[in-house]
């Protein structure tokens, strides 16, 4: 990773920024090269660094990236130009719950509020080329989803893992996408057209 990127993570990590985990990106970004993905739609930008990475794959690979904390989508501007990347990153300031794309990705990556990943999945699911994939972080959620619901603590976190395994279920029994899900990182699923 280049001393740039590293400071980007290191400082994201150090600001408590829930950026995702090396594994899981590096499988991303695997995905990225060898399936040639060059137009990707990010749900949950934060502060820019997956995008930013993705985007370093390849000077072809154009990237439109959704954040709706204003503080944080500043910070991902400030950040995208920093890397020289305007021209290839475009990150919106809006809640993805209500906002309409009209383009088309080779890759949507979901990675906002982990309870709404079903409804991501049903609104961008239109915006997906038809050889695309989508792809989703967190469904281990640090372990959580494995754990019987009585361990843990937080109401929260138990109402979260709920839709963690009701989003699990619903990739299972989808009719129209297959999933493979893989054990790296914080757990990721990628999902295509039947
Ligand atoms: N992809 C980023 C990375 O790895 O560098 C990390 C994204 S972080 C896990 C999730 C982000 O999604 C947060 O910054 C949060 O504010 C944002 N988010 C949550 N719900 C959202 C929504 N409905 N619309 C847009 N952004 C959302």
């Not at 980007?8 to 499988?27: A, R, T, V």
């Not at 820019?48 to 989508?73: L, N, P």
């Not at 050889?131 to 109401?155: A, M, Q, W």
């Not at 989003?167 to 029994?173: H, M, R």
Request: one cysteine or more; aromatic letters at 8%; glycine letters at 4%.
């Amino acid at each position: 990773m280049n001393d740039k990127l590293l400071k980007l993570k290191n400082n994201s990590l150090d600001d408590d920024i829930p950026i995702m985990q090396d594994e899981g990106l590096n499988f991303l970004i695997e995905l990225i090269k060898n399936k040639k993905i060059k137009k990707i739609l990010e749900i949950g930008t934060a502060v820019g660094y997956s995008a930013i990475k993705m985007a370093t794959v390849s000077s072809d690979i154009q990237i439109t990236t959704i954040e709706r904390d204003k503080a944080r989508y500043d910070c991902a501007r400030k950040n995208i130009k920093d890397f020289n990347l305007n021209s290839r990153i475009n990150p919106i300031f809006a809640d993805a719950t209500e906002l309409t794309i009209d383009d088309k990705y080779d890759l949507i990556f979901i990675d906002a509020a982990k309870g709404k990943n079903t409804l991501f999945f049903e609104k961008f699911k239109n915006n997906l080329n038809p050889d695309g994939y989508i792809v989703t972080d967190n469904l281990k959620f640090h372990g959580c989803v494995e754990k019987p619901l009585e361990e843990i603590e937080s109401r929260n976190v138990r109402g979260l893992v709920r839709k963690i395994r009701n989003y699990i279920e619903f990739l299972k029994n989808n009719k129209e996408f297959e999933t493979e899900f893989f054990d790296v990182g914080d757990g990721i699923s990628v999902s295509r057209r039947k």
